[in-house]
Each structure stands twice: as C-alpha cells, then as structure tokens.
C-alpha cells in the first residue's frame, strides 16, 4: 500500500476557510436563481455547488442563461464533437479549464437530476450519459440547456467504451435502490455485478479517470471496484472514492436546523462507511463550534444514521433518495474537478482506502489535489468524545465485514493480471 501523507488541520491546511461549508458559504449553498455570485481570490463561484473555480466562465450562473457568448464560448471544448454529440452553443476559442465527465446510470433517479447538475457546471466541456435504457430521452432533454457541457447518449453495453472513451471523471449512480424494509446490503447480489462489470469498462477505456461510486453498497461496492482495477493493472488507490457526501450534507442540515445556525455555514465530518451505524458523524468537530447535550447527540447521530432509511420509507416503495443524492454527487464532483484544476483549498469527507484506522477502507475527511487523495485529515480523528470512540469501536466489525464481502466478491470472479 502507497505511503499517504497525512495532514493536521493544527498545520497549515487550518488556517485556510478550507471545509465545504465555508466553500457552501461563499457561494450562497443553494441553486436559486437569485444566488449572488462571490468572488475570491479571482475566482468565481457558480450555482451553490461550491465550484469556485470556474474556467473562465463569468460569474453568472450558466443555469440562468443571462450569460454572454464569450462566456459561454471561453468554456467550451473546441474540439470536434464525439459520437451523438448535440452541441448547445457554438464552440468557441480555447477555454481555461473543463473537463470531460461520463455518468452511468444516467437515466435513473439519481442519474437524471445529477446530469442536470452536471450539465450546469461551467468546468465541464462534454458530458457523456450511459445507462442501459432511456438514455436518449435524457440526453435530447438536458441538450436543449444553454451551457455549455455537450452531453452525449450512449446505450448498453456495446456503447459503453466509447462512453469512457479519455473521461476525465466517471460517476457511477448505476443499480437498484432500496425499499422499506430492505438494508444496502440487501442490494449487494445485483448492484457488485453491475459496478463489477462498469469498473471492467472504466479500466479498459478511462485507466486515469477519477472515479465517484455512488451504487450501493458502497462499504462494497468501493472494494469490488479496486479489486476490479487491481486486476487490470489499472489501480490508484487515489482516484477511487465512495460518495458519502451526502452524510455530511444530512449532518450540516440537521445540526444547522437543531442548533438554529445559519445552514451554509456548518460543517459535520462523517467518518467510517456508508451503511446504518458505519456512518458516524462527528458532532464535537462541528464547525462553528457547537454545544450538544447527551440527548441531542445520541438523536442527532441516529437520524444521520437512518436519514436513508427516512427517505426509503417516505417514497413508500418508489426508491430512495434521489434529490438530496444528485445534489451531494454534483457537489463531491465538482470538488474532485476543482482539485484537478489545481485549486489548493479542496477538502470533502469519503470513502477510500486509507491507512488511518485497521481497515483498508475508511471514510474521513481528505484533501484533494490534481491526482486524486492528497492527504489525509488525522485531526478529525484526534481527541474523539468518549460517544465518537464507542462509535468508531462499534462499527469496525461490520465495515470490515462489509469491505471484505467486495473483496471476496470480486476476487471469486476476476482472474488475477
Ligand atoms: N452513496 C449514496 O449516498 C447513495 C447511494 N444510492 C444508491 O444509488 C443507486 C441508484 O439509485 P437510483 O438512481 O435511485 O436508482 P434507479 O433505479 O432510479 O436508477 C438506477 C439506474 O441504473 C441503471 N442501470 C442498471 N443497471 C445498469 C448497468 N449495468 N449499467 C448502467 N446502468 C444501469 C438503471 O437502468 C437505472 O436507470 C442505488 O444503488 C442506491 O442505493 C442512493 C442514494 C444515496
Ligand atoms: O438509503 C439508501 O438506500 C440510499 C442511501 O444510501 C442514502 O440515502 O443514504
């Protein structure tokens, strides 16, 4: 395992307004239309999804349509369109940054809000959707947005590499959802096949793309896909993240609600996994400091533990969050093209292979730089409450069962390099 540098926020990383929330903050935290856009340091942010650096994109959010061609055209990709590319605007001259981004799973109910999302954000020059069915509904829809992403449709398996084909980003939302009732390990038999055999495809077509692993389960799912990549030679412990974002953006919404703190400017660390009590919020690092009692705690923490469960049993049956799940992807990918785009300030909680606890996975807080993890947060970590330690003891045994079920998974199936 490749030595990871770890990073104390007593150091210098500390010092800067650095956490989501204070990126949230900047950049107002919501996608309404009269969101006044903030700029720092020369940058632009854009459209609440805390993407501060923008590729020349003026400060308007694209959503809005107010912007001007030069705009528009300094963002776009000028190269020749791909395969079923409908253009939304003219190309223009060279852009400053952007990025190309595939989602698989597109046409589903994460997959669509978060392609819109997607589509909205300025550092993106093509973006390519890929599901097995309805993918080209979707694609003619979010075509018709006037910013300046490209998007691309492409069905089933024999489209999927050509999908892949140099992304930058490949986010993956693909396989069933839960219904009351059911646990995210229940979804492990169908969801390991279809993240298996996307990762193949990533590996033959997108070797260094950064890689979002929304499917669950994602204490799974995440080891099935290094698994995957180990055996094709293609691993990079760096690049491969489970998107547990929206455990973090639960916890900034409820401690924000229960301590009636403005929302934009909290910010929980989630730590551990992403399945009931491997989710575990670490409410004494809450930023700005907070004060709980015993009782708001132990309720707080059991609600971020069971938000998926709240939301699986309010659909009744029609999935599980989906809304919540698009806005919290787009910003974690937003995050990992920011950081590619080499801004330095870029910290988001998720869960990777790491070395700060037994367990080859663990979810904590990193800073993410222009190849993927940079570091790893160990303040976090550090001087837990005596409730945070009983958590993290509580749920080793499960994470670790968790993480070697994908393993095992994947190594019964893939034949060794
Ligand atoms: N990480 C997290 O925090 C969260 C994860 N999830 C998980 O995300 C996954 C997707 O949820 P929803 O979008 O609500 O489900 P959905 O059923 O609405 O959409 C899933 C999409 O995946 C597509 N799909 C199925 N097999 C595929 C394959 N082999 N290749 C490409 N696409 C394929 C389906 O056609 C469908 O369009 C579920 O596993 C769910 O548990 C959901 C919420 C939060
Ligand atoms: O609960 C589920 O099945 C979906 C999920 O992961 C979440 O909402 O956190």
């Known amino acids: 395992m490749a030595a990871q540098a770890a990073i104390s926020l007593a150091g210098s990383v500390a010092a800067a307004p650095s956490f989501s929330t204070s990126c949230v903050s900047r950049s107002h935290g919501s996608l309404s239309a009269g ?46 369109p791909a395969k079923n590319v409908e253009e939304t605007v ?8 952007s990025y190309k981004v595939a989602v698989l799973g597109a046409a589903g ?19 390519n959707l890929y599901d097995i069915a309805n993918v080209k509904g979707v694609m003619a829809d979010l075509s018709h947005c006037n910013t300046p992403a490209q998007v691309a449709g492409f069905t089933g398996p024999t489209e999927l590499a050509a999908c892949l084909k140099d992304v930058d980003l490949v986010i993956i939302p693909a396989g069933v959802p839960r219904k009351p009732g059911m646990t995210r390990d229940d979804l492990f038999n169908i969801n390991a096949n279809i993240v298996k055999t996307l990762i193949e495809a990533v590996a033959d077509n997108a070797p260094n793309a950064i890689i979002n692993i929304i499917s669950n389960p994602v204490n799974s799912t995440v080891p099935i896909a290094a698994e995957v990549l180990k055996a094709k030679g293609v691993y990079d412990p760096k690049k491969l993240f489970g998107v547990t974002t929206l455990d973090v953006v639960r916890a900034n919404t409820f401690v924000a609600q229960k301590k009636n703190l403005r929302l934009i400017d909290v910010d929980v660390p989630v730590i551990g996994g992403h399945a009931g009590i491997t989710i575990l919020p670490l409410l004494s690092k809450t930023r700005p400091s907070a004060e709980f009692t015993p009782e708001e705690i132990e309720e707080l923490t059991v609600r971020i533990q069971n938000a998926g469960t709240e939301v699986v049993e309010a659909k009744a049956g029609a999935g599980s969050a989906t809304l919540s799940m698009a806005y919290a992807a787009a910003r ?30 663990f979810a904590s807080r990193v800073k993410l730089g222009k190849k993927g993890v940079e570091a790893f947060i160990t303040d976090d970590l ?36």
């Open 109 to 127: 109910g994460i997959g669509q809000p978060l392609s819109l999302l997607i589509k909205m954000s300025p550092l993106v020059s093509t973006l």
């Open 35 to 80: 969101s006044k856009v903030v700029p720092r340091r020369g940058l632009r942010t854009f459209s609440g999804l805390k993407a501060e650096r923008c590729g020349g994109v003026s400060g308007a959010g694209a959503f809005r349509g107010g912007e001007s061609f030069e705009t528009l055209a300094a963002s776009i990709d000028a190269a020749k």
């Open 90 to 97: 003219r190309p223009g001259q060279a852009r400053a940054s």
């Open 332 to 361: 974690f990918a937003e995050s990992c093209m920011r950081a590619l785009d080499g801004d330095p300030d870029v910290f988001e909680c998720t869960f990777v292979q790491s070395e700060l606890t037994d367990l080859p996975f």
């Open 382 to 417: 550090e001087g837990l409450t005596e409730y945070e330690q009983k958590g993290v003891d509580a749920l080793m045994a499960e994470l670790k069962g968790s993480i070697e079920k994908g393993v095992n998974f994947a190594n019964k199936q893939v034949a060794p390099a």
